[in-house]
């Protein structure tokens, strides 16, 4: 592959908080250009002679071109698969606990910079957005049949676009007329001015969250990743937009969904973590290599 896949946002602190143990078991849930899972396999131990317990590394994703980075490592198990299903794959291979998960949300440069999976409103390409190739729902299916309330929800929430509304009714309005399929349609529909490239990306975003299901995909995991890891084990998650790192924050904080911190009669937080990055966000430097690490923020949690 002749492109950049992808560039690993914090890739050393993702790695310290990993806190990695050579012997144990490891899940890299986004494995995109396998940045993140190369570092990790880096610091497990090897098949050797007189070695009784080799790490393993078990990484997922649920687009089959991220296969084209695979790594040849007996360490390593590729699941290609939504990382909403990483219960049922962890009971399938017999994985009972696990110590520590990374999560590096979203889509990769590969993503946006394949023109024909319609990510990006810099292409003309169709209307698609789905992770996985063979999910039946693409972003046209959504601008097409959604009503104008349900659009403006999701751009309100996934895009905070604070002209929302105004953006689903010119969309509405524009699909009476002929179907919304390409990109450049929704670029046209949505009314916003082509040098308006931060709302253009927001509503490209907010769309993309909504036809991949990223929200509900990851509230799955988060709880599974909480019952299958051991004590003392790390999860690591870079988050790059407020909900979903709002929903990681709380989820972190309280070890539930709904963010409720139960505490005990003396007032302690019952949460089963240990907060250890609280939303830290990418060096200068690091931003200034790799402008895309910008919006990453890292939050690091230990079970104890
Ligand atoms: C930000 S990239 C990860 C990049 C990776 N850390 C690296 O070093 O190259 C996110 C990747 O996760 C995958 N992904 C996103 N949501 C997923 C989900 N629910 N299930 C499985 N894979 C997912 C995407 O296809 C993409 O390849």
């Not at 991220?66 to 290609?80: G, M, S």
């Not at 319609?118 to 063979?134: I, K, Y």
């Not at 990306?201 to 990851?218: S, T």
């Not at 139960?262 to 973590?273: A, I």
Request: glycine share 6%.
């Amino acid at each position: 592959m002749n492109e950049v896949y992808h560039i690993p946002a914090m890739l050393k602190e993702t790695i310290e908080g990993l806190a990695i143990k050579p012997e144990r078991t490891y899940v890299d849930v986004t494995f995109g250009g396998g940045g993140h899972s190369r570092a990790i396999l880096n610091k497990l131990h090897e098949l050797e002679i007189g070695k009784l317990e080799i790490g393993h590394l078990y990484s997922f994703d649920q687009d089959s071109d991220a296969l084209a980075n695979a790594i040849d490592d007996e360490r390593w198990t590729f699941v290609h698969s939504n990382f909403r299903y990483l219960r049922n794959w962890m009971d399938y291979y017999g994985v009972e606990h696990i110590d520590g998960l990374l999560a590096d949300l979203g889509v990769s440069f590969h993503h946006f910079d394949c023109p024909e999976r319609g990510f990006s409103f810099r292409f003309s390409a169709p209307l698609d957005m789905r992770m996985n190739q063979t999910a039946k729902r693409t972003a046209a299916d959504i601008v097409n049949s959604y009503s104008e309330e349900e659009l403006a929800r999701i751009f309100w929430l996934y895009g905070e676009l604070k002209n929302g509304r105004g953006i689903a009714k010119n969309i509405c309005r524009a699909r009476t007329q002929k179907p919304i399929e390409r990109t450049e349609d929704l670029v046209a529909a949505s009314r916003i001015p082509a040098e308006m490239s931060k709302e253009l990306a927001r509503l490209f975003q907010a769309l993309r969250i909504e036809v991949n299901d990223e929200m509900g995909a990851l509230r799955e995991m988060l709880v599974a990743a909480r019952d299958l890891l051991r004590p003392g084990g790390r999860i690591v998650v870079l988050t790059y937009h407020s909900l979903e790192d709002r929903l990681v924050k709380n989820f972190l904080r309280s070890g539930n969904l709904e963010g409720t911190i139960e505490k005990d009669f003396y007032g302690n937080n019952l949460s089963p973590f240990d907060l250890i990055e609280k939303g830290r966000e990418a060096s200068p430097e690091e931003v200034a290599r790799n402008p895309r690490a910008r919006s990453a923020k890292l939050r690091v949690a230990a079970k104890h």
